[in-house]
């Protein structure tokens, strides 16, 4: 399947006011946000996706990456856990996905590192193997560790480990919030029908401005 450049850093603010269109008549509520238990998530934002000239390259990476690198610096500022995750597999690990795709991120090659425009020095990388951040990982033990109650999901690609990653977290009780305009896919009809489905029964869908205003940190 093409992939789609449907957002673009000058159209995101426009696209943003058509995706609350289309998703408001399935948002039920909003959670009560506490800086000191909230953790950003930043999914997979790795070379592999971010790069030009990757065969898995997803356009409308590069319009996230502004805002995402601020909501990461804001986060860190406040002293808020910030979590990276890496996907990758070494042989033997990629089960039905390498069936499915039949293609997978190796350890260890240069695409399967982070988008230096975003990854900040002594900053938690958690390496998965599955679309969940959960599936395999510390990342609950992590979360749980540090009292985090709210769970904000960011990164590539949202209808795929975004989507699978905010799910399970709300079936591990934690509170989701999903950022329209700081996650990104291959296609507009994609990413906003994982929105539409998430607002209905896992996430509170923010824009990374309203998560900032909701925080307490204008």
């Known amino acids: 399947m093409a992939k789609d450049r449907y957002i673009t850093v000058k159209n995101l603010d426009g696209r943003v006011l058509r995706w609350k269109k289309a998703i408001a008549p399935f948002e039920r509520h909003r959670f009560t946000l506490k800086p000191a238990s909230t953790a950003l998530l930043v999914i997979d934002m790795q070379l592999y996706f971010t790069r030009q000239g990757s065969h898995a390259h997803i356009p409308a990476s590069e319009a996230i990456v502004p805002r995402l690198k601020t909501l990461v610096d804001r986060f860190r500022e406040k002293g808020s856990p910030v979590i990276f995750t890496r996907h990758s597999h070494r042989k033997g690990e990629e089960g039905i996905l390498?069936?499915?795709?039949?293609?997978?991120?190796?350890?260890?090659?240069?695409?399967?590192?982070?988008?230096?425009?975003?990854?900040?020095?002594?900053?938690?990388?958690?390496?998965?193997?599955?679309?969940?951040?959960?599936?395999?990982?510390?990342?609950?033990?992590?979360?749980?560790?540090?009292?985090?109650?709210?769970?904000?999901?960011?990164?590539?690609?949202?209808?795929?480990?975004?989507?699978?990653?905010?799910?399970?977290?709300?079936?591990?009780?934690?509170?989701?919030?999903?950022?329209?305009?700081?996650?990104a896919t291959s296609d507009e009809a994609l990413h906003v029908s994982a929105l539409r489905s998430l607002a209905d029964g896992f996430a509170e869908i923010q824009t990374c401005k309203e998560l900032v205003r909701r925080l307490g940190w204008n």
Do not use: N
Request: hydrophobic fraction near 40%.
């Open 98 to 183: 390498g069936v499915w795709w039949r293609d997978t991120i190796r350890e260890g090659t240069e695409e399967s590192g982070l988008d230096e425009r975003l990854y900040v020095e002594k900053v938690p990388v958690l390496r998965k193997t599955r679309y969940s951040a959960f599936f395999g990982t510390e990342l609950e033990r992590f979360l749980r560790r540090r009292d985090i109650r709210t769970v904000v999901i960011s990164g590539i690609m949202s209808h795929l480990c975004c989507d699978t990653t905010a799910r399970d977290a709300f079936m591990r009780d934690f509170q989701v919030v999903f950022l329209m305009d700081a996650t």
